[in-house]
């Protein structure tokens, strides 16, 4: 088994994460968008599929995040389009959470 510091990327500590919402960060030169759901974290690409805009800047409610720009919905934790406009998911990163520290496998 590998160790965590060299299969997974530390990103940001725990407590640093607002509870349920969504904040944009660069992660190795990957645009990121980090959320938390009933104290679960959770990461996707943080670019819209449909019209490029920033998930950060979208609004979240539970598991959905809404695209800013058209009001696309996806599913945070397998990155499934769930409504028109959207025609392609969304990328998401496995997440760790050890040591008060958040991680993810970047892929």
Known sequence: M???ETE??????R???PDDDVVGMNVNGRDVALYTVDGE???SDNLCTHGSARLCDGFLEGHEIECPLHQGRFDVRDGRA???PL???VHVYPVRVAHGR???KLM
């Open 87 to 89: 025609t392609e998911g």
């Open 102 to 104: 958040v991680y993810l």
């Open 15 to 17: 407590d640093q994460l």
């Open 2 to 4: 590998q160790d965590i």
């Open 41 to 43: 974290v959770y990461a």
């Open 8 to 13: 997974w990327t530390e990103v940001i500590a």
């Open 82 to 84: 769930l409504c028109a």
